[in-house]
């Protein structure tokens, strides 16, 4: 599986981004992707999972509300849409994937098996 992340950039206080992760190579229906994000200097930390079999998703309490995740089949893309973009929000954002699993319980970066590269997101105040 090869995971390619896009999509960043800078926003002011407010605003909103849209994150592409285009999925390709072997994969199955029921795998589970991840968006997680590292600020400098902290550990990579989770923000949402979404089941790619029914779209069922489920978020941190951080971005809860203000960040959605949705797909495009065709497309074999998944979109990570980020609204009210706070300065805490600044981190390298990275797309993930694993083979399967309950949503509520794949939260650690260390459960996954494939990453992309990464894409910068800078929220000024």
């Known amino acids: 599986v090869q995971l390619q992340a896009s999509g960043g950039g800078l926003v002011q206080a407010g605003g909103s981004l849209r994150l592409s992760c285009a999925v390709s190579g072997r994969t199955f229906s029921s795998n589970v992707m991840g968006w997680f994000r590292q600020a400098p200097g902290k550990e990579r930390e989770f923000v949402a999972a979404f089941a790619w079999s029914d779209g069922t998703t489920y978020y941190a309490d951080s971005v809860k509300g203000r960040f959605t995740v949705s797909r495009d089949s065709a497309k074999n893309t998944m979109y990570l849409h980020m609204n009210s973009l706070k300065p805490e929000d600044t981190a390298i954002y990275y797309c993930?994937?694993?083979?399967?699993?309950?949503?509520?319980?794949?939260?650690?970066?260390?459960?996954?098996?494939?990453w992309g590269q990464g894409t910068q997101v800078t929220v000024s105040s």
């Open positions: 993930a994937s694993r083979p399967s699993g309950r949503l509520v319980v794949v939260t650690s970066p260390s459960l996954y098996n494939y």
